[in-house]
C-alpha cells in the first residue's frame, strides 16, 4: 500500500529566514511522480514544485527546492527567504502509480512570522 | 488562461434539496476531478473524468452524481444529501489524462452547508 507522511503539523518561520517541510512516502513502484501543493488560507491549491522519480536532479523553482532522496524514500520542501504569502498549509503528494491513485499527505501548516 | 472557475462560491441546502456545483476550464485539458475536503484535511478524491468519460469512481454515495457535458465542464449534482456531507468541494484538471503524473489546476472550490 502506498502512504505519504508528514510528521509536522504545524511550523512556523520568521520572514526572510529557510524553513524545511518534511514528506516521506512509501511505494515499491520504480517509477512515480511526487509533488508539493500550496493552499493559502481561503484561497486555490496551487502546485508548487513537482519531481519525476526518475530524475536524480532535485527540482527547483525560485525559492522553493526539494531533497528528492529516493532510496529513503524522503521528498522535502525547502522555503528560501520566506515571504508572508508563503503562509499556508502545504501538501505533499505521491502519484502516477499503478492503479490511477494520488494520495496526499496530511498536510504542514506553516505561518511566516513578520 | 489557466483558471479552473467554480460556482457557486458557497451553497447552504436541506437534506431534501436538489442541487449543482459547476466547474469551467478552458485550458484544453482531458481530465477533471471532483475532490471533498473537510477542515485542515487534505482533499479525498471522489471523480475522475478522462477524455470526457468517467474513468474513477472512489465509491463515492450515489447521493453525489457527476457529469462531464463537455471537455470544459463538470457537474457534481447533489441529491439527499446528509449533513456530513458538509465541506469544500473542489474541482480540478489536468492537461495529461493519466491521473497522478501532472500538475493539477484547482478551482477556488465551492463551501457547501447541508442543514
Known amino acids: 500500500a502506498q502512504t505519504v507522511t508528514q510528521s509536522q503539523p504545524e511550523m512556523s518561520v520568521q520572514e526572510a529566514e529557510t524553513v524545511t517541510l518534511s514528506c516521506t512516502y512509501d511505494?515499491?513502484?520504480?517509477?512515480?511522480?511526487l509533488f508539493w501543493y500550496k493552499q493559502p488560507p481561503s484561497r486555490q491549491m496551487i502546485l508548487v514544485i513537482r519531481q519525476e522519480a526518475y530524475k536524480q536532479q532535485n527540482a527547483t523553482e525560485n525559492r522553493f527546492s526539494v531533497n528528492f532522496q529516493k532510496a529513503a524514500k524522503s521528498f522535502s520542501l525547502k522555503i528560501s527567504d520566506s515571504q508572508l504569502g508563503d503562509t499556508a498549509m502545504y501538501f505533499c503528494?505521491?502519484?502516477?502509480?499503478?492503479?490511477?491513485?494520488?494520495?496526499f499527505g496530511t498536510g504542514t501548516s506553516l505561518t511566516v512570522i513578520p | 488562461d489557466t483558471e479552473v472557475t467554480q460556482t457557486p462560491k458557497h451553497l447552504v441546502m436541506g437534506m431534501t434539496n436538489k442541487k449543482s456545483l459547476k466547474c469551467e476550464q478552458h485550458m484544453g485539458h482531458r481530465a477533471m476531478y471532483w475532490y471533498k475536503q473537510k477542515a485542515k484535511k487534505p482533499p479525498e478524491l471522489m471523480f475522475v473524468y478522462s477524455y470526457e468519460k468517467l474513468s474513477i469512481n472512489e465509491s463515492v454515495p450515489s447521493r453525489f452524481s457527476p457529469e462531464c457535458p463537455n471537455s470544459s465542464l463538470l457537474n457534481l449534482h447533489l441529491h439527499a444529501l446528509q449533513p456530513e456531507d458538509s465541506a469544500l468541494y473542489l474541482c480540478a484538471s489536468s492537461q495529461d489524462a493519466e491521473f497522478g503524473t501532472d500538475t493539477q489546476y484547482f478551482g477556488p472550490g465551492t463551501r457547501l452547508t447541508v442543514l
Open positions: 503528494a505521491l502519484g502516477g502509480i499503478t492503479g490511477n491513485q494520488f494520495y
Open positions: 511505494t515499491s513502484e520504480n517509477n512515480y511522480y
